[in-house]
């Protein structure tokens, strides 16, 4: 029995105290009638929040480790200071491969990023791997260059060590490709314990032929999957296997989609999004990387397997392309194509709205994008320009749209902060794309759920029956501001009309939520101590 909190549930708004028994939730009501009934265990809220635990629709689980315990350069302000970490970490590292990432040039003032060279005197001459923060080009060493074969003859391939495209993936395969089965193990053992220390109790791992391996996602649901009730319990894995037409490699890794990070376009900070108007700061559109038919057909291969598909789709010609993709799908199999869970990834720049919400696609979006990069002055708009720049992530109109939303970080790419998140998708950088605080944290807990079609339970509510899968916050004072009064961003926006949202007050500035524990399924997997 948990007492004396606040429960955020829509069967008992005002619930004080939640019962757990058998892995569900037994009962919600308030202090007095809780102290009439028997519990093995009563724990002391001391007016702590308990929300459905997140979940986070879009995650690299071995990256997410990679990035909390080795070369992380989201930190570096300069570029001279990141070629000094690398020193640094070439020093320590004794001539082990150094493999990093979390570099944006444009917030250096420099204004570029490493090149071959540079890599090569801060490492010694040995062989680094370092991506980009959104993962989508990287710089590499000499060494590294010497080692893939062919490289120089692949796209996207620049002899002053920056890669993108179909180079970057071939370097980005031989550098993972020192990582040892233990190594990737607890690379994932720790992504996982950071996760449920955020209130995390389920993520959705993107892997695929370009991004991971397959035995990078076979040994992650196997960590999962061996958690026994004597060992170390996880979040739960979702798995998803981005490669096209990959269903049945997805099947037999035990994935749940072949889709996710099946790349249709690159980043806009890498410029490789593909654009239907060129970037304002290069005389580029980006890249495409398929045929518009060939994703229908995988759509339909993965429709008629039971599968869910989808894609990653930035730039709005490639998002336009999915929902051509879908359209052409569904001329062959009928509303099968828009009742399958079809997923498209980020989903940024949309040209029709309208027509993305008619495919039936669930947007798997990342709020903390626009808080990162968003605003007059941010990358966004250094390469798209203002106006593109304040289109991107219109996230009151897929709601407002019936566009069905599942929030997750991308980790690493932006960091493991799900309410930085649900403040990010309240508070962007265009107010006309502000979601209500209910919708927001929905989209972060019972969205992802429905994302990855585990939903039929009742998971992501909290309300009898349901799996007790909950995290407990130390917040502040709950949320009373109904919201905006401008009628036309209230109808976007879904705010709510109730007086109090039951969300704590998620105002830029103040504290955000702090974990105390993160249940999955009644098991306990972070618990900070301090409950008593």
Not at 424 to 447: E, F, I, W
Request: glycine share 12%; aromatic share 6%.
């Amino acid at each position: 029995m948990l007492t004396n909190g606040r429960i955020y549930s829509p069967w008992t708004p005002n619930a004080s105290a939640l019962l757990i028994a058998g892995g569900e939730v037994a009962w919600l009501g308030d202090d007095v009638s809780a102290a009439a009934m028997p519990a093995d265990r009563t724990v002391d809220l001391d007016g702590a929040l308990v929300i459905p635990a997140f979940v986070d629709a879009h995650f690299h689980t071995t990256d997410t480790g990679l990035s909390l315990t080795g070369l992380e350069l989201g930190t570096a302000g300069s570029l001279a200071e990141a070629l000094r970490a690398v020193e640094r970490a070439a020093r320590a590292g004794g001539g082990r491969p150094l493999l990093g990432g979390g570099w944006d040039e444009t917030r250096w003032p420099e204004g570029r990023a490493p090149t071959a060279t540079e890599l090569d005197r801060a490492s010694y001459g040995g062989v680094v791997y370092l991506a980009r923060t959104d993962a989508h080009s990287a710089v590499v060493s000499s060494a590294l260059l010497a080692a893939v074969p062919g490289i120089a003859g692949l796209d996207g391939f620049h002899p002053d060590g920056r890669l993108t495209k179909a180079a970057h993936h071939a370097a980005r395969a031989v550098a993972r490709a020192v990582i040892t089965a233990g190594q990737r193990a607890e690379l994932q053992r720790v992504a996982l314990r950071h996760a449920a220390a955020h209130g995390i109790a389920a993520v959705h791992e993107m892997a695929g032929p370009e991004i991971s391996s397959t035995e990078d996602l076979a040994g992650l649901l196997a960590l999962v999957a061996g958690s026994s009730e004597k060992e170390e319990p996880y979040p739960e894995v979702f798995g998803y296997w981005g490669e096209l037409h990959g269903a049945a490699v997805a099947a037999e890794l035990g994935a749940i989609g072949a889709g996710g990070d099946l790349f249709c376009d690159g980043s806009i900070g890498s410029h490789t999004a593909g654009l239907l108007q060129p970037y304002a700061d290069l005389p580029e559109h980006g890249y495409l990387r398929y045929d518009t038919e060939e994703l229908a057909e995988h759509l339909i291969e993965c429709t008629e397997a039971g599968m869910q598909g989808g894609f990653h789709a930035i730039g709005d010609a490639a998002t336009g392309q999915v929902v051509e993709a879908m359209r052409l799908a569904a001329e062959r199999l009928g509303s099968r194509v828009s009742a399958a869970g079809h997923r498209i990834e980020h989903a940024e720049l949309i040209s029709d709205v309208p027509a993305l919400a008619a495919t039936g696609l669930i947007a798997s979006v990342q709020p903390a994008f626009d808080a990162t990069w968003g605003g007059d002055h941010g990358m966004y708009a250094q390469r798209l320009g203002g106006e593109r720049a304040r289109r991107l992530n219109p996230l009151a109109e897929f709601a407002a749209a019936g566009v069905p939303l599942a929030f997750g970080a991308d980790s690493p790419v932006t960091p493991v902060d799900p309410w930085g998140a649900v403040r990010a998708a309240v508070h962007p950088s265009n107010p006309a794309h502000a979601l209500s605080p209910r919708a927001a944290l929905t989209a972060h807990t019972r969205g992802g759920w429905r994302a990855a079609r585990a939903d039929a339970d009742g998971s992501g509510v909290l309300a009898p029956g349901a799996p007790a899968s909950y995290a407990v916050f130390a917040a502040g004072p709950l949320s009373r501001a109904a919201g905006r009064l401008d009628e036309d961003v209230e109808r976007l926006s879904q705010w709510s009309t109730d007086e109090r949202s039951g969300v704590p007050d998620l105002a830029p500035g103040r504290q955000l939520p702090r974990c105390l524990r993160t249940v999955v399924r009644g098991r306990q997997v972070f618990d900070s101590g301090e409950l008593s």
